[in-house]
Every structure is written in structure tokens, then in C-alpha cells.
């Protein structure tokens, strides 16, 4: 298999593999000939050759033509390429752990439409991180690049097969929708793949029985160019349709889903945001329910990383499961759930990671327990949800900084005495708070890419959150 990159190719590889995916510029620094060089160090990397991989692909323009250039890259290094074509990230997830075989799925989630990337995970839909394979991904691409990707002695097949309905099928057997009260709800696709996946696992699209669910559809046009609004729910700017919609239709509650439809966003009856930290919690608590039920014994496990609220620890606990704090981080928290044995993981970001999806996150999952829990019991959205946010949340904060070590010596010399400082990740201070004081806690983290710190503050009420917060700010800012 022969190919002429340019002289920078090796250049925009380097910058475009990231700490956990592959995320560039179409036709600039993410080309057919860079995808290909990666299809064939993934296949080398994950020792793929005269087996299944796995490739699907989001609605993106540009996603189809580097799915079948990736194809070629790992068909000529020996793989028997499956391509499930246009699909979520979780199915991909869903083929992989189904069948037991590697995955790419190309997609730049909720980035715009001049972006691309891809998502690897090995058999059994296990991440890929910069740590755990995909630096060697990357370096083995580099040696493809200058003379084009060598075929096998034994080039691979190539068929096609569509995993929606078994997908849909799959989710429907975890969660059990259809006892469960009549629920209207308003659902965001932005023009990703939730207008794909929604229908069917929803709705009657994949042949299914239909469920006490009335789905009133905003923006399931599948568009790569995203004409509507971008398709990141966790900006505030990007669910104002939904709140609106909501409110309009007089709905129970409604739900926004990313790009690539791995995450999942809910909002009340009163077009309020549901903190992602409430939803982990509701879904950890059922979760564990559902688990005590079928193991009496021995300890359950649930992680949450460092920056949800502290209501989704006292929730596990509560619950008699054992929470474990992790780090912020896609691949990392699946490594987690696969080392400790964790049934349910839950991220701030809206991430949430179940066993019994072979430990991968899964938004329509986390959704679908959010629509159980809500539809067995009579209180509106709003009322359930305020049960699981008793405390105040800054949200992410992000600034500019240059020099982080001196930052973070100013919080330091700040909060030495009254404070209490963990280095998990990043910088953790819990504040020495006793009696009547309110507790407060901040997590300080710089960014991979970029010279930020990212900023979350949580306190028991309001007013200390704002304290605290803004204090913080003038050390990070000084």
C-alpha cells in the first residue's frame, strides 16, 4: 500500500494524537494518509492482524471517507475489518465488548464541524490512552508515514454490518422502561448521532415494543455542520433550545446529547439544568440497588472522580456500597472500573461508565435510569433532582495561567493551617471546617493542551461557595 505524505506529516501526527483520543483539522493536520498510518500502527499495537477491528463512524462529513481510509490501513496490516458505519461512540463500545474485538471510531464529538478524530479501544472495549497504547499508536504510525503502510503477507477482509438494533435491544435489558409511568420529554440531538440512537432505543425505530415515553424531537437531523447549535451540552449557550422547548411543550423533563451521543444532559420540567453530579448519584444509588439484589454479600464498588460533588460519595456510602475517588479522565476511569471492579462510574462531565457495558461510559444508559427512577415515583423532575443537590457548585472555572507551580505555591501559602491539601490530581484543598461551619472544598488541575487551571469549588451553601471561589480566583489570577 503506497502513500506520499507531506513533509509535515510526522508534525501534525505528533500534534494531533492527545491524551486520550486522536482530535485534528480535516484535511490539515488529520489527512487519509495519517489516518491510515494509525489504522496500521493500531493494528500492530493491539496485535489485530487475522482478527475482527472494529470501525464506525459519526455523521460528519469528512467521517465516512477516513472510516474507509482507516479501513485500508488496517486491512493491509493483516485485520478483518467490520464496519458498523454511521453510529455513537457507545455503539462502537457496544460492538466491541459484543464481539470481543479492537475498535476505531471516528468522530470529534462535540468539536465543529472543521474537526475529526478517532477513539480506540481494545477488545472488550477497554480504553486507550496516551499511557496505555496510544503513544505507541502513534509512534508506530510515524515509521508508516515516510514509505506509505506495507501490506501483509496476508491482507484482511472487509464486510459491513449494522449493530443498531441489537445495541438498542441491549440497553432495553438493563433498564427496564416499561412499567414505568406515562413521561413526556423534549430530546436535543444537535444534529449528532442521538437522532439515530434515540428513536431506536426509545422509540419504535429498531423493531422494539413501544415504551410509555412520548419523544417530542429537536434537531435529530443528522448534520456534520451542526446548522442548529454546537453539539456540547455542557456549554449553558447550547441547552437554552432545550429549556425553552421544555417549558413550551410541557414536558417532564428533557434531555441534550453530544455529538457523538456518549453523553447525555438533563433538564427538569422547569427548563433547570440537572447537575451531571445528581445524575451520577441517582444512577449509582439504583445501580447498587440492582446489584446488593443479586449479591448479598461482600462489598460493591462505585467510582467517582474528584470533582463531582460530595453528595455522589455520601450517596454510595449511604447506599452501603464503597466509593472510590479517582482521577479526572476518559481512559483512565475505564482502566479503574476494570482494576477495582466497579459496577457504575460517574463523571462531572457528564461521563458515566457502567459494568455491565464493559465498563465504557454510555450517556443513553445513565438516561435511561434517570427515566426509571423518575417514572416510578410521582414527584416532577425538579423535586427528585433537589434531593441529590443539597450543596453549591461553582462549576469549572477556567484561567489563564503561565506560571502554574508559582500559583499554586500562593494557594499554598494561603491555606496552610486551615486546610487540608491532596495532590491526586492536581491540587485538592478541603478546608479544616468544624461545629457550625459550612464545609468548602476546591480542586485546582492544569489542562493537558493548554496553559489553564481548571477551577471547581463546592461548599454547603452558597454564599461560602462565592467566598471561597473568589478567593481562589485572585491567587490563580494574581
Known sequence: MSS????????????????????GLVGQTLTADIVAALAAGFVDEVEAAGTDVIVGHDMRDSSPDFAASFARGAQARGANVVNIGLCSTDETYFASGRFQAPAAMFTASHNPASYN??????????????????????????????????????????????????????????????????????????????????????????????????????????????????????????????????????????????????????????????????????????????????????????????????????????????????????????????????IFGGEHSAHYYFRDFWGADNGMLAAMHVLAEFGHQPRPLSELSAAFTPYSLSGEINSTVEDVPAAYTRIVEAYTGIADFDELDGLTVTGLTGGDEPFWWFSVRPSNTEPLLRLNVEAATAGEMARVRDDVLALIRA
Open 117 to 342: 478524530g478517532i477513539k480506540f479501544s481494545r477488545a472488550g472495549a477497554q480504553g486507550i490512552s496516551m499511557d496505555t497504547g496510544l503513544g505507541a499508536i502513534r509512534d508506530r504510525a510515524a515509521a508508516y508515514l515516510p514509505g506509505g503502510v506495507p501490506d501483509a503477507a496476508e491482507p484482511g477482509s472487509y464486510r459491513e454490518t449494522d449493530v443498531l438494533a441489537d445495541y438498542a435491544a441491549y440497553l432495553r435489558a438493563l433498564v427496564d422502561l416499561s412499567n414505568i409511568r406515562p413521561i413526556r420529554i423534549v430530546v436535543d440531538a444537535g444534529n449528532g448521532m442521538g437522532g439515530l440512537t434515540v428513536p431506536a432505543v426509545l422509540g419504535e425505530a429498531a423493531g422494539l415494543p413501544k415504551l410509555p415515553i412520548e419523544i417530542i424531537p429537536l434537531y435529530f437531523e443528522l448534520d456534520g455542520t451542526f446548522p442548529n447549535h454546537e453539539a456540547n451540552p455542557l456549554e449553558p449557550a447550547n441547552l437554552v433550545d432545550l429549556q425553552k422547548a421544555v417549558v413550551e411543550h410541557g414536558a417532564d423533563m428533557g434531555l441534550a446529547f453530544d455529538g457523538d451521543a456518549d453523553r447525555c444532559f438533563v433538564v427538569d420540567e422547569t427548563g433547570g439544568a440537572v447537575n451531571p453530579s445528581a445524575v451520577a448519584a441517582i444512577v449509582a444509588r439504583r445501580e447498587i440497588t440492582r446489584v446488593r439484589a443479586l449479591q448479598p454479600e461482600g462489598d460493591i464498588i462505585v467510582i467517582h472522580n474528584l470533582i463531582t460533588s460530595r453528595v455522589v460519595e455520601e450517596t454510595i456510602e449511604a447506599a452501603g456500597a464503597v466509593a472510590v475517588r479517582t482521577k479526572v479522565g476518559h481512559s483512565l476511569i475505564k482502566d479503574e472500573m476494570r482494576a477495582t471492579g466497579a
Open 4 to 23: 506520499a505524505p507531506s513533509d509535515d506529516a510526522i508534525a501534525h501526527l505528533n500534534a494531533i494524537v492527545k491524551t486520550y483520543d486522536v482530535r
